[in-house]
Nanobody
Framework: VQLVESGGGLVQAGGSVRLSCAAV????????VAWYRQTPGNQREWVSE????????TYADFIGGRFTISKDSANNTVYLQMNNLKPEDTAVYYC??????????????WGQGTQVTVSS
């Protein structure tokens, strides 16, 4: 099982980017998925998360309504739509997922990270 991220890149301030996090492999259930971000020299900070059902979403206060997290359960993929991007959103974005395996054991997985750079 692994998490595969995509969608980062270079965007101008005020622009939009959509990140994807796909859980690939054989498992029973994709549970809570969260997005984090990290800049050089700083700790990884939590951005948003979505529940197993996709019905409950939470966001860090600094997002200010600009990001939307969503889930495609059929494809075990979670998205982070980021709008009205600011230069301070520049970071490596990581997804994190709690995945339950076939024998009932739940494990924590991280994606490889994707760079988002916002130019002013």
């Amino acid at each position: 099982v692994q998490l595969v991220e995509s969608g980062g890149g270079l965007v101008q301030a005020g622009g939009s980017v959509r990140l994807s996090c796909a859980a690939v492999g054989s498992f029973l259930r994709l549970n809570t998925v969260a997005w984090y971000r990290q800049t050089p020299g700083n700790q990884r900070e939590w951005v948003s998360e979505i529940s197993s059902s996709g019905q409950r979403t939470t966001y860090a206060d600094f997002i200010g309504g600009r990001f939307t997290i969503s889930k495609d359960s059929a494809n075990n993929t979670v998205y982070l739509q980021m709008n009205n991007l600011k230069p301070e959103d520049t970071a490596v974005y990581y997804c994190n997922a709690q995945i339950r395996g076939w024998f009932g054991v739940q494990k924590d997985y991280w994606g490889q990270g994707t760079q988002v750079t916002v130019s002013s």
